[in-house]
């Protein structure tokens, strides 16, 4: 069965280091991979997507990889702040009609001064 | 702009009570989707519509029913309330092409008793 794999616990990092998330899948060949953040009591907002054929994607202190022989993406966010502290959420668009997502469970960040 | 509106924030249900969801979005989005979420298990696709009086059933439909007479707005309906579908739903749209960003509400946080 399909399944797709985000570090259910909690990533604790120092403010100014850079936090990396990884999102594995299986059984599974994705045109898109998208990650959201999510903050306690809200629904998530769209950070960065990535095309099966690109390697990497950037956008100010974010940075996304996509790995399609590994089934892995990494998450990176450079010069860490307290603000960036909340849950990142995995999600595989296949190719199918509807555009539909399929999430991970997220990671929790937690940026400390 | 207000983007995705989910009514009502907070409800509490009594088991087998029916009620309503509604989802309205302002950005003409032909995608419309429902999902819940839940502890330890991401979110999931409860129902989905690419169009106006269209829908169709997603990962977890047992239980719901769903409507999409207007373009803009998407009704999730519990016919008989159960406990398990105690749960924070949310509602999402995008636009009618791939690898685009879904804009999701604030949630509706459920509780059955």
């Known amino acids: 069965s399909q399944k797709i794999e985000q570090n259910s616990e909690a990533l604790n990092i120092q403010e100014g280091k850079t936090a990396t998330l990884t999102c594995n899948y299986t059984n599974y060949s994705p045109a898109y991979l998208q990650w959201y953040r999510q903050d306690p009591g809200r629904g998530p907002v769209f950070l960065l997507l990535?095309?099966?054929?690109?390697k990497e994607k950037r956008k100010e202190r974010l940075k996304v990889t996509f790995d399609t022989t590994l089934k892995q993406s990494l998450f990176h966010i450079t010069a860490s702040q307290p603000a960036d502290s909340a849950t990142y959420l995995c999600?595989?668009?296949?190719?199918?009609?509807?555009?539909?997502?399929?999430f991970g469970t997220g990671t929790r960040l937690q940026v400390t001064l | 702009n207000a983007g995705v509106t989910q009514t009502p924030k907070f409800r509490v249900l009594k088991t087998g009570q029916s009620m309503t969801l509604l989802c309205a979005q302002d950005?003409?989005?032909?995608?419309m989707y429902w999902y819940r979420q839940d502890p330890g298990m991401g979110l999931r696709l409860i129902h989905y519509s690419v169009g106006e009086g269209t829908t169709a059933k997603g990962e977890v439909p047992d239980g719901y029913n769903v409507s999409r007479l207007k373009k803009q707005n998407f009704l999730l309906g519990l016919e008989s309330a159960a406990p398990s579908q105690t749960s924070v739903y949310f509602c999402a749209s995008s636009y009618f092409r791939q690898g685009t960003e879904a804009f999701f509400g604030q949630g509706t946080r459920l509780t059955v008793v």
């Open positions: 950005m003409n989005h032909e995608y």
């Open positions: 999600a595989l668009e296949d190719t199918g009609t509807a555009s539909k997502l399929t």
């Open positions: 990535i095309r099966e054929n690109e």
